[in-house]
Every structure is written in C-alpha cells, then in structure tokens.
C-alpha cells in the first residue's frame, strides 16, 4: 500500500492538513523523541513520513474495540479482532517438526474453540492455567467448523478487570518491513502520544466559524485527539466525520476555484448564434425526434459555447443513448459560426462508421466532412491537409492521426473525442494545442463515471448527461449461463439466426496472457465452426493478432451481414453499430469487468427486435465474480453498474492509474463519504460565492490553509 511508487502523491495529499505556521509540524521526524536516525529511515522510506506533521497525518486504518466481549457463538468467518472469556480445558501438543504446535481448547457457557501457539510452546504450556477464568484477544480464523486464534494475548480475567486501558486501540497502516524492524502497533502508539505532546497547540483551526457552527463539528484539535487516542465510539465519529469533511472541503474548494480561474483566463471563441446549418439541420433533416434528455445537454452545450471561455465538457450517456447526434448538433454551431470542427474515435472502425452515419445525416446539407485515420493513402493525406488549411473542409473525423503535426487546421473551433477512456490527457492537451484559442473540447464517454466520483475526479470539468434512452428500446435480457449448458446455448443461437439475427461471441483478452487468449479463442471458433458449418452459416473472426486490413474486412463482412457470427476478442468492445446483431455470448465472463460487460453487452440491442445477452462462466466463481454477474443480470442501468464496479474495485482501478493518486485520500472514501463530500462542495461554494477573496476574517483559517496548500504543485493540475 505504502511503496515508493506512490510517495509522491502522498506527500501531495497530506499538505490538505497543512496548518499555516510551519513551525514545529515541519520538524524533520529523526528530532521526534524515540525515533533516532534508523528508525527515521524506515519512516520515510515504508510510509512516506518525513515531518511531524507527516506522522500526525498517518491516520489508523481502523480501531480494536475492547469495549467489546464476544462469546463463542457470536463469531463468524468475518469476525476481526475480538475478546472472549473463557477457560482453557484441554492443551496438546500435534504436528512434527515444522509443523509442531500447540493447542489448547477453550471454551465458554456457548461453545468451544481453539487457541493455538507455533512458537514458544513450552514456556506457553508451562504457564497455561487449566480451568481459569481468562480473557483471549486476537484475530479469529475458522478452520473447517471451528474458530481459532494463533497466538492470541492471554490474559486472567481477574487482572484484566484491575487493569485501565484504552478502550478503542488505534491500528495505523504498517508493512512488513516496519513491523520486522520493531515498529510495531505498540511502538507507534507510543510515538504518536509523544509527538502529540510536542504539537498539539499548533493544531489551529482551519474551518470558518459558521461552517464549524453549522455542521457542529469537533475542534481540529479534538478531532486529531480523538483519532489517534479515542475513548468513546461516538468522538471517534465526531473525530471522522470532521476530519473527512476537511479533506474533502479543501479538495472541492481548490477544485471549483480553478473552475473560476479557468472560465476567467482561458478565453475561448463564443459562437454566438445559432445558423443556418444547425437551424435547417434542427427543424428539416433530424431523423427522429430528440429525447428530453438529448435536448437538455444541447442547450447546456449551446449555452456554454456563446460565451468567450473555452468550454472543457465531458458528455456522458449510457452506450445507445445517442451521444452522436448531439455530437453533431454541437459541430454544426461551431461550421454556423465560421469555424471547423473535429471527431476523433479511438479505433479506425468506430472513425469510419462516424464518418459514413455523419455523412448521411449531413446529405442534405452544405457541408465537407473528411476522414483520416492511418490507413489514408497519401494522396487523400494531401487534399486533407489543403482543404484543412484554406478552410473549405468543414469537419474531419478521424484516429489517432488527427494529431499528426501535419495536420493543421484553419480554424480548429471544436473538438470532439469520442470514448474518452482510450485516450490519456497528454493527447487531449496535444489537441488543444493547435491553435491560437484553444478550441471548444467535448468528450464523450459511455463508461458512466459515478456522479460522485466525477465530481471529484472532474471538479473542474462540466459535465452533462444523457440519462434517457431514445424510445421504443427493447430493455436487453441477460442471462447467466454454466459452460455444461453451451448446447442449449447453440440451439438458442440457431434459432436467432433461423429469424435473420446475428450473433456476437466474444472471447476475454487479458494483456499478460495473450498466447492463451488467443488459444481459447481459436478453440472457440473451432468449436463454432463445427457446430454451424458453412455453407448454411458464415462466420466472422476478429482478434488482435491480425492485421488491419484483414480485421476491417472481417469486421466489414459481419456489418454487412454476410455473416452471421462474429466470433472476436474485446476489441469489438467499443461503438460498434450492427444493428441486426441481437445476441452478445460472452465468454468466460467471469473475467471481465463490470464496465466491460457492460460495454460489450451494449453492442446488441441497437435494433427493434428483442436482444439478448448470454454471460458464459464455469462452476468455480469468486464473490467478486457472481456480484458482477448478479449485477449485470439484474440491471442494464449504466450508472448503477459504475457505482456497484466502483465498489468492487475501488476509484482508482476504475480511473485507471493515472488518475488512482488523485483518489488516494488520507481518510474520506469517496464511496462511502459521497454525503460528506456534497456538503463539502456545497460549503466550499458558497464561501466562494461570498468571499471569493476570501477576506472576511471568518475566512481566516481557510485562507491560511489554502495558501498553504497551493504551496505545493498539486496533483489536480494534470486534468487541463
Ligand atoms: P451512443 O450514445 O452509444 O453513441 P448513438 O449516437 O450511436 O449512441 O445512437 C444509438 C442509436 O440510437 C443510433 O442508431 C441512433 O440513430 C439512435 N438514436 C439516437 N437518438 C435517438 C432518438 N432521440 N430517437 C430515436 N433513435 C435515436
Ligand atoms: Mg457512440
């Protein structure tokens, strides 16, 4: 958790608790009394503390409560660490050499189970008071039907009820490497009461009266007190809930002031009326009636475009929501007001079947609209280029290649990035790059970020969402299916295609064992083949390993329906539009993704008739594998999936690494302190809407906390 990979981040992270006066939280931590210069290293190194203010920030991942008493029939598999009391009835000795351990029975008015020492048996068996009443604290572990504990701490019911102790014991994040070294629980405890010692009265405050009055919150100080050295479970709630109320208040707020800053100094071309094209476009040539939601982003994007600030949306809507048309709608505003825009796709198949539906949703109109991408023969190349840069090409779709330096628009007003999650930012940056203004940027993307986390990843983003689906969409029917069932499978298949329909099956492909994937896939299409021989059935194939050329012809061949399979691996997973394509088999489902099903399931279902999805896995599951599947057969709500993957996975395997950091906070969780986080951003806006200087001296600590913050280059600079 803690390795030297993420350190930077880290110490970024922390200086969210950075009080103003540096004075001796800055202290390096070798000064800390019981530190010294060894230890001081394995400090750094293992957790990244370099200050006092660093280790006051290392907060305990959770709390031994020894309040608490259980007996034996109240343990379950997932009981932690508990206290029982007891008598020990029986001890043995079992097991040889290595092996050898000893085990002594303990029971209590409810039941029995075990304790067990591997080490210092002897001096253990010699001490073991037989039919005593004890008390028996440590990690429970169930081994077939009984509960044991491996070296549990013994003590006698008698001194324990004589002795004072801490009530909740504070567990702090550890490695290996510390605990081996000696710095174990014990010892940090210890540190952590000495350094409290030293500190506690720069502990200012960093929240505004009213805030603190409003939400009644703890003092910092009590708040640091009580997480490191709680006596009662409610301070403790008290010492959280402030304290993620900070973190997450001080987040939002720098995120909304660079909201402000960027609307301010980035300027931007304001396209303010509404033409020609996108007027005859509205009212003459759109092919169905837009749904409510669809509109609604369109006059957000309207709005936001007729300002001078560059506008940075991400556009969200489910896969088959219609993101294109409105995609359209916004490049037309953009031609109306004299400017060209762009499209860029993340695979060569998806840039063209934008081009060919842009094309014909445009027949009517005036307009020239291009593809690039990098199979474009040189000569187009050429006329692409001129007709960029004297004007008279009016859109150009197209990969990667769009970003070629060759590629040199007139006047680049918008540009458009379809499938978001395939590019990084250093591309999105290259894009706006181009020109003199920075160009409108919209981002569309079917992966639907969590409201929650897309607050707090793209706080300074703006979003919208299409949150409805064009009408008459029959709902897909998923099914979960044993691989013993396939037969049954091929017969259903057979019949879909007996009605005209085609069929999708797909294999995983997981990057590190490629040679494999690629085995089971060519096992699958055997298997197929065999099951639907030519000529009554033609089969498409589709994988990573083949050339270009032949996957677009492949892939061409199912889009024009001279095949009514597609057997292929996960590159199919995004945008594809077939659709007749009323099935998507998905293979060994157990080992995708949430999102990734999601996607692949969203290839079918374009079309009026009935479609289905079919999640093929064997018998052997994971808790996390059947909660997808259960997940993906229940819902087909795009948002519902995200919160369920971002709740399996956490934020930062969903974000992918790049944005992972900026998630790592120090003690909110961005899932399940979604709540404080609202009322963060909330109180962080209307500070700013009534002291943006901030100088009211209310806002004092704010102010001091956030300049302090801004100190540091941070990490959130990396989105624009
Ligand atoms: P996505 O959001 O996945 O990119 P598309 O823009 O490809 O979705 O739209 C999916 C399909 O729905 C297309 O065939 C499109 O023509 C159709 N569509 C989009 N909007 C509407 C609408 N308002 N009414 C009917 N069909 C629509
Ligand atoms: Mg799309």
Redesign the pocket.
Known sequence: MFNSGEYTYKIETFYIFVAMNAGKLQTPIDYLKGVGPSRADLLRSELGIHTYQDLLNLFPNRYIDKTQYYTINQLQPTSADVQIIGKVTHIKTVGEGRSKRLVATYIDQTGAMELVWFKGLKWIRERLKINVPYVAFGRVQRFGSTYSIAHPDLELLEEHEKGLRAAMQPVYPSTEKLSNRGITNRVMNGLMQTLFQEVHKELDESLSPGIIEALKLMSRKKAYLNIHFPQKQENLARAQFRLKFEELFFIQFQLLVKNLLHKKKIKGYAFEHIGENFSEFYNKHL?????GA?KRVVKEIRNDLGKPAQMNRLLQ?????????VALLTMLIAIDNGFQACLMAPTEILAIQHYQGLSELCQKLDIKIALLTGSSKTRERRVIHESLEDGSLHILIGTHALLEDKVQFKNLGLAIIDEQHRFGVAQRSKLWHKNDLPPHILI?T?TPIPRTLAMSVYGDLDVSV?DEL???RKAIKTVHRYDNNRLKVFGFIRDEIKKGRQIYIVYPLIQESEALDYKDLMDGYESISREFPMPDYQISIVHGQMKPDDKDYEMNRFVNGETQIMVATTVIEV?V?V?NASVMVIESAERFGLSQLHQLR?RVG?GADQSYCILMTGHKLSEDSKTRLQTMTRTNDGFEIAEVDLKLRGPGDLMGTQQSGMLNLKIADIVKDNEIMKAARGYASAVLKEDPQLQKPENLPIRQTYAALMKFKNIWNYIS
């Open positions: 092919p169905f009636e837009l749904t669809q809507g489910d896969v088959g929501s219609g993101k294109t048309i569309m079917a299409i064009p009408p008459g945008g539009n659709p969203g374009r």
